[in-house]
């Protein structure tokens, strides 16, 4: 059974950081296109960053761009993003999820990955 367990979030003021992971299990990871969403409070999901199943070069939301830093490590079937300047607007469950041979523009798409993590809270003060 795949599994994709989250870990890293916490709590952390304006203007910090924090190292979110995610270990895969019973995946194929090297098949996989490797994404991360967010989910505020009475807001849709929201994509985050992704990186192909082959690596290569990641992409990002505009709100995050230069901020967060997805990476994968094909080795320990792990990938991790990298939070950086955090906002409070920045505040939600990040969650982890894996889309099987995604082209670049499904990318941002929620309903093409078929696996996901049970998600991890990150609170961002003031």
């Known amino acids: 059974q795949v599994q994709l367990v989250e870990s890293g979030g916490g709590l952390v003021q304006a203007g910090g950081s924090l190292r979110l992971s995610c270990a895969a299990s019973?995946?194929?990871?090297?098949?996989?296109?490797m994404g991360w969403f967010r989910q505020a409070p009475g807001k849709e999901r929201e994509f985050v960053a992704a990186?192909?199943?082959?690596?290569?070069?990641?992409d990002y939301a505009d709100s995050v761009k230069g901020r967060f830093t997805i990476s994968r490590d094909s080795a320990k079937n792990t990938v991790a993003l990298q939070v950086n300047s955090l906002k409070p607007e920045d505040t939600a469950v990040y969650y982890c999820?894996?889309?099987?041979?995604?082209?670049?523009?499904?990318?941002?798409?929620?309903?093409?990955?078929?696996?996901w993590g049970q998600g991890t809270q990150v609170t961002v003060s003031s």
């Open positions: 990186i192909a199943w082959r690596g290569g070069s990641p």
């Open positions: 999820a894996a889309g099987f041979l995604l082209r670049a523009t499904s990318w941002s798409t929620p309903a093409r990955y078929s696996y």
């Open positions: 019973e995946l194929d990871f090297s098949r996989y296109t």
